[in-house]
């Protein structure tokens, strides 16, 4: 199996130990004030036991703010860099994804743990004093860097982002925002980059204000010619973000796994595919639409004839972060055409 294919089956497996589990709790939020922190400090966030699928809640405490952070994604941290944390950032794992040109020369400069998901070892190497980012990469698996006890119990804090746990929505960016402010005592950048957010969220909503509600379908492909279908049943975050700009996951409530001829016959309005094309060896989302035309199996659908397929990052779609916004706002461009 290539590269390209191994990073189709982790994300796959990751999706899966994300999405299954325990519902948000919702009152974990940190305040938004922007009162200074003082430590020791102690924040409620995240564990799952080896092999299990429920997330349950633990606290972290911090003697200080972090210095040494390893962030498992992209995602991560770009989220760090926008908070003005770049000098506690000691590594950064799953390096692949579409880039915010708005911390690209920062990113540039961070030490690059690995293109692919990074191990435990790897995260290890850096001696971090925090390791933060998604969820579902804190597993002893090689692909993940390790488990939240195994961490803890090594004397290493972690930080299981809130939008990669079931029952999130788009508003637990703004969480994650807050709790991170107050991790680090940067209250008011943390402050103003949640109200860029929301003043672009407003402004999206805004513009789709008048738009009638559709289904759509995600397929999840590496070969333009084999059609997958992903339902995201428990992807609370995903299919959160899509009903921003009125589009409903027309599989979130479906059972079990879904067939191509499930697919036609319930034959969504439009069809969400991923760009892959900044993960070398990978195929584009173009090149996706444009199999996905040729097949004459789907040939019935209105998604095909309408010519309502679209392709989004990997990072839009599953980096469980701000970036879903960029990905919706140019989304909605495209079917504005």
């Given at each position: 199996m290539n590269k390209w294919g191994k990073m189709?089956?982790?994300?796959?497996?990751?999706?899966?130990?994300?999405?299954?589990?325990?519902?948000?709790?919702?009152?974990?939020?940190?305040?938004?004030?922007?009162?200074?922190?003082?430590?020791?400090?102690?924040?409620?966030?995240?564990?799952?036991?080896?092999?299990?699928?429920?997330?349950?809640?633990?606290?972290?405490?911090?003697?200080?703010?972090?210095?040494?952070?390893?962030?498992?994604?992209?995602?991560a941290a770009e989220l760090l860099l926008h908070l003005g944390l770049k000098d506690q950032i000691a590594g950064v794992g799953a390096t692949f994804g579409a880039a915010d040109k708005e911390v690209a020369a920062d990113y540039a400069e961070l030490n690059d743990l690995g293109s692919d998901y990074i191990s435990k070892e790897t995260a290890l190497s850096v001696d971090p004093d925090l390791i933060f980012g998604r969820g579902g990469l804190f597993d002893n698996q090689d692909w993940g860097v390790g488990t939240v006890d195994s961490l803890n119990e090594m004397g290493i804090p972690t930080y299981v982002q809130e939008t990669s746990v079931t029952g999130a929505t788009f508003d637990s960016v703004y969480q994650d925002i807050e709790n991170l402010g107050k991790l680090f005592n940067v209250p008011e950048a943390a402050a103003a980059f949640e109200k860029e957010l929301k003043d672009r969220q407003s402004a999206l909503e805004e513009k789709v204000a008048d738009k009638e509600e559709q289904t759509f379908a995600h397929l999840f492909m590496s070969d333009p010619s084999v059609v997958s279908v992903y339902a995201a049943q428990d992807e609370s975050f995903f299919n959160s973000n899509f009903d921003m700009i009125k589009l409903n996951n027309v599989f979130q409530d479906y059972s079990g796994e879904v067939s191509v001829e499930t697919l036609i016959e319930t034959d969504p309005d439009v069809l969400i595919v991923g760009d892959w094309s900044t993960i070398e060896g990978s195929v584009s989302g173009q090149e996706i639409i444009e199999g996905l035309y040729k097949n004459d199996k789907l040939s019935s659908m209105k998604a095909i004839k309408n010519k309502q397929v679209y392709s989004m990052d990997y990072n839009y779609l599953f980096g469980y972060g701000y970036q879903a916004l960029t990905g919706l706002e140019e989304l909605v461009e495209q079917m504005a055409q």
């Open positions: 189709i089956g982790v994300g796959l497996a990751v999706f899966t130990l994300s999405a299954c589990g325990n519902t948000k709790d919702e009152g974990t939020s940190a305040s938004s004030s922007q009162a200074e922190s003082t430590y020791p400090l102690t924040i409620s966030n995240y564990t799952k036991a080896e092999g299990g699928t429920q997330w349950t809640a633990k606290d972290q405490t911090f003697n200080e703010a972090p210095k040494k952070v390893v962030a498992n994604t992209r995602p």
